[in-house]
């Protein structure tokens, strides 16, 4: 295991209901912890850890006060998007401007970008600038690790 990846993953000796509680602490919004909890994981937790085991977030990036924003402004982009549409590299959240400003998107990219680096972030204006659109791309397997983090509906 990569000396970053101890650092933010543990060494195996976290349990359980610490990892819970971590994930808690930072509220899922966008974030992914993976840990090796192998006694309580099913084969198809495996599958999937092993599959999005190069996307994750270091959550000491940003401090509580950081972090606190951060989610809120997460939960806000995922609620009031006007559409999310797929990419060939990931998918495209549309917003509009009477709903998020360019500042808030701005500042969760800032955010988004410390914690989790492995996003390639991409913001346009379009139509006057009525229509704010936010598009995450990243490295091969990054579209899974998309959809399960920011709540992209099943087609």
Not at 34 to 41: D, E, G, I, N, V
Not at 113 to 133: T, Y
């Amino acid at each position: 295991m990569s000396r970053q990846k101890e650092q933010f993953v543990g060494t195996g000796k976290r349990s359980a209901a610490g990892v819970a509680l971590v994930m808690l602490m930072v509220g899922g919004g966008a974030v992914h912890v993976q840990a090796q909890t192998s006694l309580l994981q099913t084969n198809e937790e495996r599958q999937t850890m092993t599959t999005q085991g190069k996307f994750y977030c270091n959550i000491k990036a940003l401090n509580p006060t950081e972090r606190t924003r951060h989610k809120e402004l997460t939960d806000k982009l995922i609620a009031v998007r006007k559409d999310v549409v797929e990419t060939e590299k990931g998918y495209e959240f549309q917003f509009t401007a009477a709903n998020v400003s360019l500042a808030e998107l701005a500042d969760w990219v800032a955010a988004e970008g410390k914690c989790c680096p492995f996003f390639d972030f991409h913001i346009d204006l379009e139509h006057g600038a009525s229509l704010l659109c936010l598009r995450l791309t990243g490295e091969e397997g990054i579209k899974p690790f998309i959809r399960g983090e920011f709540q992209v509906p099943a087609k």
